[in-house]
């Protein structure tokens, strides 16, 4: 199963949560170790985990749960000219999101909808 990644988090201790390729989240019990498949992925509502400083699932883990590590590099820019009012829309129009997002995450959400 192709993840963009996977991460322990506070508010559930005894599961991994995991960032499909399109963005979604999804989570699934630790217990009992096994491969993972899409029965086993339960949604996840709350805040993404990097936000939450969770803790990434080490890499030679996601063998042992059947996940494959998405390689595609999230660092890729793109560059727009506007002029400081633009700019200052833009960023009140994230702000005003609930929950608050950044510039990034209103621009990647909009790229991976399906319009």
């Given amino acids: 199963?192709?993840?963009?990644?996977?991460?322990?988090?506070?508010?559930?201790?005894?599961?991994?949560?995991?960032?499909?390729p399109e963005g979604k989240l999804f989570y699934f019990n630790l217990t009992p170790f096994r491969k993972i498949s899409d029965v086993d992925l339960k949604p996840y509502n709350g805040?993404?985990?990097?936000?939450?400083?969770?803790?990434?699932?080490p890499d030679y883990l996601y063998r042992f749960y059947g996940l494959e590590k998405n390689n595609e590099s999230l660092s890729e820019v793109i560059r727009v000219r506007v002029?400081?009012?633009?700019?200052?829309?833009?960023?009140?129009?994230?702000?005003?999101?609930?929950?608050?997002?950044?510039?990034?995450?209103?621009?990647?959400?909009?790229?991976?909808?399906?319009?």
């Fill in 47 to 57: 805040y993404h985990p990097r936000k939450m400083k969770g803790n990434p699932l």
């Fill in 83 to 115: 002029n400081p009012s633009e700019k200052n829309k833009f960023e009140a129009y994230a702000a005003s999101l609930d929950p608050r997002q950044s510039v990034s995450d209103v621009l990647r959400e909009f790229i991976r909808s399906k319009v």
């Fill in 1 to 20: 199963m192709l993840i963009n990644g996977a991460w322990y988090i506070d508010s559930l201790p005894t599961a991994i949560v995991a960032e499909m």
